[in-house]
């Protein structure tokens, strides 16, 4: 007959090995716990995962800076992030097309390219090189140019001398001086005090950022330029990838393409309502010439560098996939 006591410790103990059995899924990333994005995670990705993972996120950029999570991820200090095709393109150019402003039509079009052929070998090298798995698509929204001064603009020529906030790499920095303006590096924890000081002149985000972020307290107006329907691709580390089940790997896969379905629907209905909402927090709504936008940012990305990275006839690809 087992001692209470030694059965109580054997229970105890095996409780404690699935305990430690379950993997714990780290993400950082740079947004808020409010964004749709951490809402979609919190509420619908950890919840579908419990049984064989925590899922543990830390919003805000507490863990890691922007920018820092793809690397972190590779080293094994972390193993999910909300990344971009601007942060992978610092370790693969290629990966700047899905970057580039006005080729993307709009979210059903970016989860129509994730999910195409033309993806694969992008998704492969990520994961052989950086041990970093493209896990699914989230939409971050159509970006607006968002700035703290009252000039009408119309088109980039009207953007010369502005010194406008973009995120801290390349491709982001070619993406601001394509749309005619000066590009600052800020990162995005900084973002809001840099406009509230005018360190810069505006930022370019879409209107649920400008909203979630509170930017709206610290700018003036909107430019509908639409210039970037922007993306993030929710990322996982190889190695806590390949230490799940063929069963919880199905699991967790259809946990994250659902979180984000989520999140994008949220989103988007987000977007629609707040160019009334925006204005109602004061800020002026313009309408400039898209036409000039789309041509010169269209026209600077195919003479860059970036698209000589670009594999044949991936543009081509790209536009077939719009409905
Ligand atoms: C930003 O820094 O402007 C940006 O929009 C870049 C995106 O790739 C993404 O990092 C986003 O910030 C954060 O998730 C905060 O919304």
Known sequence: MMGAAFAA????????SIAQDKLNLRLSSVNSATDQRAVALDTKFGPAIADFATFEPHWGGTLFKQGTELEAISRGNLEMSISSAQELANFYPEFSVFSAGYLHRDAAHQVAVFNDPLMQPFKDKVEAELGVKLLSIMYLGRRQVNLNSDKEIKTPADMAGFKLRMPPSDAWQF???????????VPFAELYTALQTGAVDGQDNPLPTVMDAKFYEVTKQIVLTSHLVDLNYLTISKKAWDSLSPENQAKLQKAADEACEFGRQNQLAKEAELVEGLKAKGLKIYEPDLAAFRDTVQKAYLGSDFSKAWPEGIVDKINALAK
């Open 175 to 185: 993406l601001g001086k394509a749309l005619g303006a000066n590009p600052v590096p």
């Open 9 to 16: 410790a054997l229970t105890s103990v095996s409780a404690a």
